[in-house]
């Protein structure tokens, strides 16, 4: 739903709300370029109710990393772009569970831009993920750890006499020195995620989903 902020809307991974306590909003840069480490979400609209909770007006979206569920196998895929970031290459690799009842699922990503679409905004981040499944009669634990490290450039928000006398691609952050061109708004991102998770099937009926996370790192503007 356009004109709404994305704190009215919710981001669960595996049951741990991601949404930031000191204003509300997800920080999608925390699991950015892990695409396929993070696929399998379940997604429900406005405030009905979900596994996890309430939702408010833009609903709830609830990503699951459990590596049981990772898709079997890997896959290696590489990319160009002409949005924020001109090229990307990522691997991902599920082992699926074993007869002992182990599973794990990696994933790692880098993209990149020299200049992304707008002027002056350069594009570096590099992702990591790691899930560890241990599956027992009626239970399981799963640990996941997730690194995604992003540093990109900002772009101005220009009127449409700005547009008009330049193109939709300028921008007033960036200029020359020392011979390099340099972006005066850089905003970095370094925020790496762990979450050990606990699921019990009580009956058919019933389960308890368990789960502690911590993170750590920086944000900077």
Known sequence: MRNLDNEYGNIFINGILMNKIYDGRPQYSNWGGLNDATRNQEFT????????????????????????????????????????????????????????????AVSASYRTANEGFFEGTDYDAKSFFLSVEKKFSKQSLNLTAIYAQNSRGKNSPNTQEVINLMNYRYNSYWGIQNGKK???RDKDVEEPLLILSHFLDISEKSSLNTNVSFQLGTISN
């Open 182 to 184: 340099r972006n005066s």
């Open 45 to 104: 609209s406005g405030s009905r109710p979900n596994d996890f909770g309430f939702g408010g007006i833009l609903g709830v979206q609830a990503i699951n990393t459990r590596a049981s569920f990772m898709r079997t196998g890997t896959r290696l895929s590489f990319s160009g772009a002409n949005t924020n970031y001109s090229g990307r290459v990522m691997i991902n690799h599920g082992s699926g569970v074993n007869a002992k009842g182990w599973a794990y």
